[in-house]
């Protein structure tokens, strides 16, 4: 305590500390509250001036002085300096400093005259007492002061007993017993009683317990009791009264005793009226508090053990010991224990209202102790009940309710009742807290309270409240949410079975938002019930109920077993739900029969099971992966599919779910999506499966009706209140957007997100829930949604991809819906502004509508992709493909049509069924009948709607293709832009891409190339199927099938191809000039060469699944078999490539076998349809015309089909005879191409060996096909026995591999080689004219043109406008191939093996490096990936156009110079980054100079040579075109030399012997292969040469069995064909 007194007045006592001191002391006493505070304030300052006073600082006298200056300001003054006296006389007698025990005796001596002898004599020690002279002795005065102490209180006065009458007992017990009823008053009585004592000599305490036992007789008298024994108090010591309650306490306090009840409550009424002190009268009852607690942690232990027991499996031989065990201590138990005071007295406090001292006694107990004995519980109720009643009456009643009221307490000092919800947190919460599980035994106070908090909630809810009334609420509305949670929950879990209950409280609980909720169903599911030991056996005979149930549970049984579920439901369905649901992830057969049992469920009950399902999902210790890690868990599983039903099934909120794979997928978490998926597939009838039937696709492709009835596999019905509510929910949380946001963007996370070390096969899994639930949930969204809605809450198509980073397929996806209603919306609204009926009006409105619409689209999509995209196809184009859907573009008229045969066929088997009672039939066949007006009406509606679409389209086609660039570039845009993406997007979105290009095909579309397009969909499929998820495989299957049969309808009858392709532009063979509109019938493939295509396209299938399922890779096996297993109805259609598939999966099958089930499972399906299929497959040459035509016919145009790939616009694709102008030709280009022989590597010189292997290829050389032609025409023996030569050897394979690591001497050796070999041609009039044209073609070279040999001179000009950019083309070409590559140093030769596609000169950096990074090898692809495309899983490979492509005789030697030089350089620092443009430039300047200045140079040495090369022009003959023309096709834009990387075997062999190894790959596929090359060579044999001799003839049959012996031979055939030359 802070000094009141401080030093500095001490020092300057007599100046100023003195009158200090004075004021302080009268400030103090002026106060004259007798407050303890101030008291000992006066106590400490007189305390501490006097010791001052004994330590010396202060002369005594002074301090007397001012102590008879102060001694007046208090009465009691002197009472407190005699206190403060005592204490110093304690203080200084310790110590053994005489001085201080001299200062305080002087001190007292000189304060003698202030306080009297009497005072002092009774606080001062003796000893003291006798040093100031106030006693003689002071041993003399302690024995006297015993003596009279033992006077006092120990010796019995006798004269009370002998005088007491008991006369006068008799007369006290009729006075106190008489009727009170009149004018008596306790004053009059005290009077009288007074008289008795007197008069009869009574003794005045046994007189008071004779008042006690007479009010205890008389509770109803409190009025006149309490008032006379306050009275009579006066007369004795406070104590007596609890000395004798206390007395009569212990009387009942025998082991069989039983204290009365009136006694309790005569105790309880004088605690109420302060009369006796609570503290004093405790001590007096049993037990003790010790005892409370030890019994209270017995009882814990107890239910504990209980719990332990019932968990336990116990063996039946030991169950009856058990039993026995079990009655003896239950016998032990029933004895009756001994009372317990405290509890008997809390109870009468609770009756009588005194609720502050009830509290008390309770704090003194552990919590729930006393409530959890029922007579204080329900005391207690009681006591609420009153309290509660006037707000109750005012708020509570329900409407119609009577109720029975309950009058107050006649107790004025109980509880005040509340009129507010205020009122009810300051009382009665708090006694709801102390009752806490208890409230289980009066359900009525239970339902009264759950309402008010009802009524409160309403209040709550409603806004027009002030600020301070508002934070009032909020504090009332936390204090609810705790009663709920401590008291109200846990009372249901005590109460026997109560829906009503569970009923009303769920009235309350669902205007709490779902987090609470889950908040309180968390609390007590998790802690609850381990607070109390009644709620831990509670607990434990649930979950051994719940077990009995669920063992007994079956589908026939549902019924009586839901039952049992519901009534164990109503009171603790946390934990019945939690047990359930375990068994669930355990064994899903058990899903069906508990989602029908859960039907006798409450509300609550309900959203409780909500709550546990999520926390089941969320738990953290379940993974959620198998061991194997490659497929999501079973019970995750499980779970879904029981959410899925039991959401469908019960009106169960869904919020809570639905937020929680939001925030999953928030964390970037998509395993839980399997959920979502299950309930919208249930709850809408939505399915997402890649297992649908054509039939299925097609009914999915019409109207809302006919897709319920044909689309999907079950039957969608009543689905109409479970998708309106999934849609409730969705809107109103604000989910439905941001889900469809979370899932495209988590679709292209997984990968990064999730990939990191799991298995390919879990990715591929969840990339596809992610795809298929995003896909689904869309689908729901634009069903169920109204127009307004959808509107409202999805953005422009710019936003969500710029904004939201949403792919592009799923933004338009999420957009098309909208598209739809805004034109429908729009078109209604001109149809009632004109009423105009005639069928032009309404397609010229509907194009309107469409118009304003689309116009905004189409600007939006600019933004989406670079600029030079719209060089190709324009954004209308763009926008139209992305926004329509098959419901557009064709009516499935036989889907129709077998619905409603399905529907005649149900009304006639009504008919014929006799048992149907007749209202029922009538019912049914109204159903049918209604149904089917509804598909009519419907089928009739799309009709028109197709009609209106097809004209919209007619109109704008023309504008869709802007061939700013070649014909190649806009294909190769289209189907990376659009056809792609789209096609694995879902499997409508398949068959749609594929009706698509047919339907550009069938409306002339200006500049498309529909045989280029499938040429590039059918050459090489192996990266988009390696690059495709399993369901991606099955979409992507599914298109490939589609375009398949739209090419085996045309393969199949000339009249159909005549009729559909023959006049179309798509089918010219000749690119001309945009300007030059000249089609002649020669342009066009005649229906003989189609048919040469499309064998070549079957071809490149076969080759393509070959290698895939070559490669061993568990992705390119699976996805092959899914996609063959999907074109299986149109491929393969030639035997002997069906053959070969067959033994290539049936070695799959072999392999597979014991490694990876699920590979073997596809594999033998496949197997197993393929062989269903044989009967069906025809030879070759009956699928296309095999026989050699007339030696100068027009050369076939198998190969090279519909030409032009990646050629400028003006490439002619001419179909020439090779007679001695073209040799001229060819002398002339051999001439122009000597500036690039270097660049060429063994592939080139090698040339003759390449067209074993594959006949279509489209960098062989007529030359070659012509001498093929004479060998196939005249040794097919010969050939059929070489096809029968072994696989290729080890060895070949080793050489294959040495292939790539060759060094650069040899190659420069090689080409040095070719070099000579081109310079021994002879010299004729041809050569004289040759030179000529090679001066002028030096000059052109100088100015940068192209020479093309080609008639029309706007073609020459446009060559050259074109030059610079292809040039820039390749170089960025090869860059990318040298990064794709991956730093991988590849030898110049690939330079001229890349295909050149147009698109690269349209692209930005971005899009480049992202080819790169996309242009990923598989494992098995050594060879660099060629002329990848921007999109990621589909790299588009150009090869496949080289293959279309007859020979076009232009060439770009500026181009090939360039070429070889940049990739020189890359060989030599292929990290180096690519350079600036204007470097680049810079660079290919002095590239074309240096190429220039060789070409001049070999000009001059041919000159020297050309006589030597007269008598070697036999041989040469041979060599020469056949070089060229390899030359021209890598040099034209043709971009097919591609073909030597790519698709050239199915192997991919590395570089310079992918020749090799593929003849041999090919040989090992036997006989049918064989065939094929037959098939080719006679196709080649079309273009054959009169020049050709018997000599070459021969020359080709050696080379042709050298090639047979396989790989071995290589270097030899190097060696011979230097001989020859």
């Known amino acids: 305590m802070a000094a009141l007194l401080p030093a500095e007045w001490i020092k300057n006592w007599e100046k100023g500390g003195k009158s200090e001191f004075v004021q302080l002391c009268r400030a103090l006493s002026e106060n004259k509250s007798h407050d303890s505070m101030n008291f000992r304030d006066i106590q400490q300052a007189l305390y501490e001036l006097a010791y001052h006073v004994v330590r010396g600082n202060l002369k005594h006298d002074q301090a007397s002085n001012v102590l008879g200056d102060v001694i007046e300001f208090r009465e009691d003054m002197p009472s407190i300096l005699a206190d403060v006296f005592c204490i110093l006389d304690i203080e200084t007698s310790c110590l053994e400093e005489k001085s201080k025990r001299d200062h305080f005796t002087q001190l007292v001596l000189a304060c003698l005259y202030l306080v009297s002898d009497t005072v002092l004599k009774e606080r001062l020690d003796p000893e003291t007492l006798e040093s100031l002279g106030l006693i003689k002795q002071s041993q003399q005065f302690n024995q006297k002061s015993v003596k009279i102490k033992t006077k006092l209180f120990y010796k019995q006065q006798k004269f009370n007993l002998l005088r007491e009458e008991n006369e006068g007992y008799a007369k006290l017990i009729a006075e106190l017993g008489q009727d009170l009823s009149g004018n008596m008053t306790s004053d009059l009585i005290l009077e009288n009683i007074k008289s008795l004592i007197g008069c009869f000599n009574l003794d005045p305490n046994r007189v008071l317990d004779i008042i006690l036992e007479v009010y205890e007789c008389r509770p109803e008298y409190d009025d006149f009791f309490v008032p006379l024994i306050e009275s009579y108090m006066y007369m004795c010591e406070p104590q007596t009264l609890c000395h004798i309650l206390g007395f009569k306490f212990k009387f009942y306090q025998d082991p069989s005793g039983e204290t009365p009840c009136s006694l309790y409550r005569v105790a309880a009424v004088l605690l109420q009226h302060n009369l006796i002190d609570l503290d004093d009268l405790y001590v007096h009852l049993l037990p003790g508090d010790n005892a409370i607690i030890e019994e209270h942690k017995r009882e814990i232990v107890e239910a504990k053990q209980i719990v332990r027991k019932l968990t336990m499996v116990v063996l039946s031989s030991e169950k009856t010991e058990e039993k026995e065990k079990e009655k003896e201590k239950e016998e032990e138990k029933t004895e009756k224990p001994p009372d317990n005071q405290k509890l008997g007295l809390l109870e009468a406090l609770l009756k009588i209202g005194d609720w502050q001292h009830a509290q008390s006694i309770m704090d003194q107990m552990p919590p729930f102790y006393a409530t959890s004995h029922k007579p204080i519980a329900i005391a207690l109720c009681q006591l609420v009940h009153v309290t509660i009643e006037p707000l109750y009456r005012r708020v509570g009643v329900p409407k119609g309710a009577k109720g029975s009221p309950i009058s107050s307490l006649p107790n004025k000092r109980a509880p005040k009742q509340a009129d507010s919800f205020e009122d009810l947190r300051k009382e009665v919460f708090n006694m709801l807290c102390y009752l806490g599980p208890h409230l289980s035994h009066d359900p009525i106070l239970f339902a009264k309270v759950v309402r008010l908090g009802k009524a409160f909630m309403k209040e709550f809810q409603s806004d027009g409240s002030k600020q301070e009334d508002k934070e009032k609420m909020e504090i009332l509305f936390s204090c609810l949410l705790s009663i709920t949670d401590q008291v109200l929950l846990p009372s249901l879990s005590l109460m026997d079975c109560n829906a009503c209950m569970s009923e009303e409280l769920w009235g309350m609980f669902k205007t709490f938002p779902y987090q609470y909720r889950y908040r309180l169903y968390g609390q007590w599911k998790n802690e609850t019930y381990n607070s109390h030991p009644l709620l831990v056996k509670v607990k434990a005979q649930t979950i051994d109920r719940a077990k009995y149930i669920m063992k007994r549970l079956t589908k026939e049984n549902v019924k009586p077993s839901g039952r049992q579920i519901g009534k164990l439901s109503h009171s603790n369905p946390t934990i019945l739900f939690d047990y359930i649901l375990s068994q669930i992830q355990k064994y899903d057969n058990l899903i069906t029969p508990v989602v029908d049992s859960l039907k006798y469920l409450t509300s609550l009950n309900y959203d409780v099971l909500a709550y546990c399902i999520i926390e089941a999902l969320a738990n953290p210790e379940k993974e959620r992966m198998k061991h194997d890690d490659t497929t999501i868990s079973s019970w995750l599983q499980s779970l879904a599919s029981f959410c899925g039903a039991v959401f469908r099934k019960y009106p169960i909120e869904l919020a809570g779910l639905l937020q929680y794979v939001a925030n999953q997928l928030k964390a970037g978490k998509s395993f839980d999506l399997l959920i979502l998926k299950e309930v919208v597939q249930k709850m809408a009838g939505i399915e997402i499966t890649e297992e649908m039937t054509m039939e299925q696709l097609e009914a999915m492709t019409g109207g809302e009706q006919l897709k319920a009835e044909g689309g999907y596999f079950g039957q969608i019905r009543n689905t109409k209140k479970s998708s309106q509510r999934l849609k409730d929910a969705l809107l109103d949380h604000d989910l439905a957007l941001p889900l469809c946001l979370l899932m495209a963007q988590q679709r292209n996370g997984v990968i990064f997100q999730e990939g990191g070390e799991k298995h390919l096969k879990l990715v591929g899994k969840l990339y596809d829930q992610c795809h298929d639930t995003l896909v689904q949930f869309g689908g729901f969204l634009a069903s169920n949604l109204s127009t307004e809605d959808y509107i409202k809450r999805v953005p422009s198509i710019d936003v969500l991809c710029n904004e939201f980073h949403t792919p592009h397929d799923a933004a338009f996806f999420l957009s098309r819906p909208m598209y739809a209603h805004h034109i429908s919306s729009k078109y209604d609204e001109l149809k009632k502004a004109e009423k105009g009926n005639k069928q032009q009006h309404k397609v010229h409105k509907y194009i309107t509508s469409c118009e304003l619409v689309m116009a905004p689209v189409h600007d939006a999509v600019i933004s989406l992709h670079l600029p030079k995209v719209w060089d190709d196809i324009s954004p209308q184009f763009y926008a139209t493909f992305w926004s329509l859907t098959m419901y557009d573009l064709a009516v499935p008229h036989s889907s129709y049509d077998r619905e409603v045969n399905k529907l005649k066929v149900q009304m006639k088997a009504i008919d014929d069924n006799q048992e149907m009672p007749p209202n029922k039939k009538k019912k049914e066949k109204e159903r049918c009948t209604a149904l089917q007006d509804k598909l009519l009406e419907e089928e009739k509606k799309q009709l028109e709607h197709v009609q209106r679409v097809l004209q919209r389209l007619k109109l704008e086609k023309d504008n869709w293709l802007l061939a700013k660039s070649t014909k190649n570039e806009t294909i190769t845009k289209f189907l990376q832009l659009c056809i792609f993406p789209r096609c694995i997007f879902s499997a409508i979105d398949a068959v749609y891409c594929a009706h698509f290009v047919e339907l550009v095909h069938q409306q002339k579309t200006p500049n498309f190339s529909t045989l280029l397009c499938y040429d590039r969909v059918f050459s090489d499929i192996i990266y988009t199927v390696a690059s495709c998820t399993e369901n991606e495989a099955s979409r992507y299957g599914r298109f490939l099938c589609c375009m398949l049969e739209t090419v085996t309808r045309w393969h199949s009858d000339r009249v159909i191809y005549e009729k559909e392709c023959g006049n179309y532009p798509g089918f010219l063979t000749i690119l001309r000039a945009t300007g030059f509109d000249g089609g002649n019938k020669a342009d066009q493939l005649d229906y003989e060469n189609f048919r040469h295509v499309v064998h070549k396209w079957h071809y490149k299938l076969t080759k393509a699944s070959v290698h895939c399922l070559e490669t061993g890779e568990y992705t390119h096996i699976r996805n092959i078999l899914i996609v063959l297993t999907k074109i299986l109805p149109w491929y393969p259609k030639v035997l002997n490539l069906g053959q070969a598939l067959e033994r290539r999966v049936h070695k799959i099958c072999q392999e597979e076998k ?58 002619t694709i001419n179909t020439v005879k090779l007679d001695e102008g073209n040799a001229e030709e060819t002398d002339k280009l051999k001439e122009k191409s000597q500036g690039v022989v270097k660049v060429t590597n063994k592939a080139v010189n090698a040339a003759p060996k390449v067209t074993t292997s594959n006949g279509n290829s489209a960098s062989n050389s007529k030359v070659i096909k012509e001498k093929d032609d004479k060998e196939k025409s005249g040794k097919e023996k010969d050939k059929e026995k070489k096809d029968k030569t072994p696989a290729a050897t080890p060895e070949m394979k080793a050489l294959g591999k040495d292939g790539k690591d060759k060094p650069k001497e040899e190659r420069a050796n090689k080409d040095e080689k070719v070099r000579e070999i081109k310079e021994k041609t002879p010299k004729s009039e041809k050569e004289k004219e040759k030179v000529k044209k090679e001066e002028k073609a030096s000059k052109e070279e100088k100015s940068k043109t192209i020479v093309t040999i080609v008639e029309s001179k706007s073609t020459v000009e446009k060559e050259r406008e074109k030059e610079p950019s292809r040039e820039k083309d390749v170089a960025k070409e090869m860059k990318s191939k040298e990064n794709a590559k991956g730093g991988e140093k590849m030898p110049v030769v690939g330079s001229l093996k890349s295909p050149v596609p147009r698109s690269e000169t349209s692209e930005s950096e971005r899009e480049q490096k992202r080819r790169k990074v996309d242009t990923h090898s598989s494992p098995s692809h050594s060879s660099t990936v060629k002329g990848t495309a921007t999109l ?25 110079n360039e070429l070889k030089d940049s990739s020189a350089k890359h060989y030599i620092n292929h990290t180096t980054p690519t350079l600036s443009k204007s470097k680049e430039r810079e660079v290919e ?16 040495k041919d000159e020297k040579d050309r006589k030597d090369r007269k008598r070697d022009h036999s041989n040469s003959d041979r060599e020469v075109p056949q070089d060229s023309t390899k030359r021209r096709k890598e040099e034209n834009g043709t971009t097919g030399s591609s073909k030597h990387s790519k698709s050239e075997s199915p192997s991919d062999s590395p570089r310079l012997n992918e020749k090799e190894k593929e003849k041999n790959k090919s040989k090992s596929s036997g006989k049918e292969k064989g065939d094929s090359i037959k098939a080719e060579k006679m196709e080649k044999s079309s273009s054959g040469s009169k020049k050709e001799s018997r000599h070459d003839k021969e020359k080709a049959e050696k080379k042709e069995k050298r090639d047979s012996t396989g790989g071995k031979e290589e270097k030899k055939h190097h060696k011979s064909s230097d001989k020859h030359r």
């Open 1154 to 1211: 014991e490694k990876r089930p699920d590979l073997y499972a596809l594999a033998m399906g496949y197997s197993g349809q393929l062989k269903s299929r044989k009967p069906f497959m025809i030879p070759e040459n009956e699928f296309h015309h095999k026989d050699p035509p007339a030696r100068n016919a027009v050369a076939a145009t198998v190969q090279n089909g519909p030409g032009g790939a990646g050629m400028p616009t003006s490439l």
């Open 1432 to 1456: 990621p899983k589909v790299p588009l490979v150009s090869e496949n156009n080289s293959s279309l492509r007859v020979i076009s005789i232009h060439f770009l030697q500026d181009n090939l």
């Open 1485 to 1500: 300047k002095k590239d074309l100079d240096k190429s220039r200045e060789r070409s001049r140079e070999r000009e001059k």
